[in-house]
């Protein structure tokens, strides 16, 4: 059975950190785009970053750029999200997603259709 595991949320004061881990199984991660994305309360699902199968080269989205970081490590078939500086507006269920095979770069949102359960972000001003 195909399944992406998120976890690692919790409630954590404002300039804080969380490590978010989205673990495979039944494909290899390293092989599929992997997104992560949030939804804050009351607003749309959007992505905040992924990482590309093909090279590894990552984005991330302009208001988590200088503070969020992904990576994957293959050994463990997972991949990362360090959160660091949290802010308030940080606060989401995040979900971590692949999209199909082919895909011309990480970062096209709408192709993304196969989804984990979400972990929930909470950050206390």
């Known amino acids: 059975e195909v399944q992406l595991q998120a976890s690692g949320g919790g409630l954590v004061q404002a300039g804080g950190s969380l490590r978010l881990s989205c673990a495979a199984s039944g494909l290899i991660a390293d092989d599929y785009d992997i997104g992560w994305f949030r939804q804050a309360p009351g607003k749309e699902r959007e992505g905040v970053s992924c990482?590309?199968?093909?090279?590894?080269?990552?984005y991330l989205i302009d208001s988590v750029r200088s503070r969020f970081t992904i990576s994957r490590d293959n050994s463990v078939n997972t991949v990362y999200l360090q959160m660091n500086l949290l802010k308030a507006e940080d606060t989401a269920v995040y979900y971590c997603?692949?999209?199909?095979?082919?895909?011309?770069?990480?970062?096209?949102?709408?192709?993304?259709?196969?989804w984990g359960q979400g972990t929930l972000v909470t950050v206390s001003s």
């Open positions: 990482i590309d199968s093909r090279d590894d080269s990552t």
């Open positions: 997603a692949t999209q199909p095979l082919g895909a011309r770069n990480c970062a096209n949102w709408i192709r993304y259709d196969f």
